[in-house]
Structures are given as C-alpha cells and as structure tokens.
C-alpha cells in the first residue's frame, strides 16, 4: 500500500518539477485531482446508470463509494507528500440548476467522506482549492466547513457575488463568464473583466480566470480585450 503511494508521490513530483522549470517562476503550478469522490461513479458508470443507482439502491451505492472513497485518500496522501504549495480537487456535484440530488443526500454520502480525503493535503500545509462546475451556491459555506482553503467554480452559474461574499477570506479563482468571452464583442469583454478586476481589487485571494481556461474558439480581438483589461489592473501586458 504505501509503496504504491509513494510511488503516485514521485510521478506527481516529477510533473511538478518538470512544470516548475518550464514556468521559471512565471507562474505557480498545482495538483489536480478529477474525481475526489462524486465524479468517481460518473466516470465508472455515466451520469444515468450513477443517478439511478444513487437513488434505487442508496445503501449498496454507498457501499460503492466507500471503495471510491479509499481510492481518493490514496491519491491525496500521495499529494501531500510532494512539495507542491497548491491543490485543486474537482468533483462536479452541481449542474447549471443547482444539485444533481437532494442535498440531503450529499450529507449522506458526499460530505462526511470528503474531511478524510482532504485530511492529508491540510496536514502537510497544502492549499486544496475546490473546482465544480455548475451552481455551488447551495454548498458554499458547506464546503468551507469541511475544510476547503478556496473555489474554482463555473461562474456565472455559481453567483459571482455570493462567492465574493462568502469566500472574501478564501483563494478563489474565476469570475470571467466564458459566455462572453467566446461570443461577446471586444468591447463586452473589456467592460465585462474591467467590471470583475474592479470588485476584486481589495481581494488577494482572487485571481481572474474563465472557467476551464480559455478555449480556442473564443475570437482572437476578444482575447486581446481580455488581456487589454488585465494589463490596466497590473496583469502582465497584451503581448506577454
């Protein structure tokens, strides 16, 4: 067991230098981890074999995802063990509307696993940064509760305010509506990240990004608003 732990530690490592000489200080790289726990039965199953089990079956699903659950400590033990600073876990336990399921059942099954899974990276100093998409706003200060240090969230789904709100003393990363970026005019874009750098100016925990990254279908003059709009908060010039 600890040998195959040790040996995720290295490969993880290894990522992390390796990404650390091509960055050259530039940037910080991170961890990432897909399926923290919800995600693992969507991956195995898909989404309608996962609901429908969840729901027909609860008590041998959560036997399920226990297994899931050892899976996930094992990674993140893994984690902690690297001397990288930051750690974003991704599970997708929200969609555009809000919870995939009741939220009744997260506390069943969901919440009491994750302070174990999460255990590992706090104890070794890591940031664990949480990424979803969809509307998280329901589970925000839940989240925190359990011990998360920041989000990563799919705004404008999640409610950008809220989240300044309730996350002000958290690291969060975010903000630009993808929406707009992609099929805005320049001049959209440019009000639009002017608008998020403002209301974030007082936060250092904030750093602005569009969910997923930026995209290759998004109009190369939309990406120069973006980066124009950047630059006039103290981002890094157009032609960095």
Not at 152 to 164: G, V
Not at 209 to 235: K, V
Request: proline share 6%.
């Amino acid at each position: 067991m600890s040998e195959f732990i040790e040996e995720l530690a290295e490969k993880e490592e290894k990522q992390y230098k390796e990404m650390i000489q091509k960055l050259k200080e530039r940037a910080e790289p991170y961890g990432f981890y897909y399926t923290t726990l919800f995600m693992w039965p969507v991956m195995v199953f898909g989404w309608e074999l996962f609901l429908v089990t969840a729901i027909s079956q609860e008590d041998r699903f959560d036997k399920l995802l226990d297994r899931f659950f050892q899976l996930s400590v094992k990674r993140t033990t893994a984690l902690a063990r690297t001397s990288m600073n930051v750690v974003i876990l991704h599970d997708d336990i929200t969609g555009n509307n809000g919870p995939f399921l009741a939220p009744e059942w997260y506390e069943r099954h969901i919440f009491p696993r994750y302070p174990d899974i999460f255990k590992p990276l706090l104890q070794a100093g890591k940031k664990e940064i949480f990424c979803s998409d969809g509307k998280l706003d329901v589970f925000l200060e839940r989240l925190i509760e359990l011990g998360v240090d920041g989000f990563m969230p799919e705004t404008p789904a999640t409610n950008l305010d809220k989240l300044l709100e309730i996350g002000k003393d958290k690291v969060i990363i975010g903000g630009i509506d993808t929406g707009i970026l992609t099929r805005g005019s320049p001049e959209e874009v440019l009000v639009h990240t002017r608008e998020v750098l403002h209301k974030t100016l007082d936060l250092p925990g904030f750093f602005i990004s569009s969910a997923g990254g930026l995209y290759g279908n998004i109009p190369l003059e939309n990406l120069r608003a973006y980066f124009q709009a950047r630059s006039e908060f103290g981002g890094p010039p157009v032609d960095w």
